[in-house]
């Protein structure tokens, strides 16, 4: 495996305990509750170092099968790899979590995961692409 691919594994799934994080930044912008933005920032380690093991976990069981699928037929592109993490992401929810927004977050924060493994293992850079 490309040393890519290994960093796109690693990194990718860590965008959606980030996702649920932003979700907790922007309800205290929204809902103008300032005092509480230090709590909030505070949080970002908690919730990444309890995040980051689920996000691994969905990923192994579910990420790494769906991307071997995609591999097989020959769909390692931008948009079934940000559906496939949304649909990981809303399978999460149904599991976790209960209200509409966390759907959302969960679903979003999968699409980034696929996006950003994309990003980092499928995409070729551009000095890449250029030289061939």
Known sequence: MKRRMILAFVVAPLVAPAAVWLTFLINALITAQFSELGKVFLALPGVLALGAP??????????????????RAGYLRLIPLMACGALLGALLFRIVYQSPLELVVCALGGAGAGFVFWYIGIRTPNHIAAAA
């Not at 689920?54 to 591999?71: D, E, F, K, Q, S």
């Open 54 to 71: 689920v996000a691994w976990a969905v990923t192994v069981v579910g990420g790494v099968p769906l991307y071997l699928l995609l591999r």
